[in-house]
């Protein structure tokens, strides 16, 4: 499978005038950015989340960093379904330094990428429909009622006796 050869981000991580809308969405309301990122990449909406408790349990503990894990996994796993360059090192320093900028910036190239979309090729793969051969069932024209003798015996173990021809076929001469 030929590789293709990784790209840049659409655009920088401090060009939010590039986009003044999605910079005003993660100024004035960056949970709902991060979430509307997460909903559109496939993920949980909530995920986020993650990353608002993970701040308040930080800081709780008094601990001295903390890098939100659903802005570094959706950064990641963004660069590597899109071909971005990048490393986990630049990954951890962006989402624990600019948060909001990494949201504004992941939402751009998603934007991006809904224009350009990302296509895959497939080897086709021929599809065998095998039907079964055709049965054809059928009825016996004149069925014997039960308890009838037929020409293997009575028609239900058990039953004794015997119709009569004579009554079976009425008034017929």
Not at 24 to 37: D, E, I, R
Not at 46 to 51: G, I
Not at 56 to 70: D, E, I, K, Q, R
Request: some cysteine; charged content about 15%.
């Amino acid at each position: 499978m030929a590789e293709r050869p990784l790209t840049d981000w659409d655009s920088g991580l401090c060009e939010c005038f590039e986009d003044p809308n999605t910079c005003c969405y993660g100024f004035w309301c960056g949970p709902c950015l991060a979430g509307t990122v997460s909903r559109r990449f496939g993920e949980n909406h909530c995920l986020p989340l993650c990353d608002i408790c993970g701040i308040f349990l930080s800081t709780y503990f008094c601990s001295p960093m903390f890098v939100p894990p659903a802005a570094l996994s959706l950064r990641v796993a963004m660069r590597t379904k899109y071909g971005i360059k990048g490393s986990m090192c630049k990954d951890i320093a962006i989402s624990y330094c600019c948060g909001i900028c990494s949201w504004c910036q992941m939402h751009r190239e998603l934007k991006h990428w809904k224009k350009n979309p990302v296509v895959i090729n497939m080897l086709s793969q021929s599809v065998v429909n095998m039907q079964p051969a055709a049965v054809m069932m059928t009825m016996p024209v004149d069925p014997l009622p039960v308890g009838a003798v037929g020409p293997s015996g009575p028609g239900l173990p058990g039953q004794t006796g015997a119709i009569e021809h004579s009554h079976l076929s009425s008034n017929v001469e």
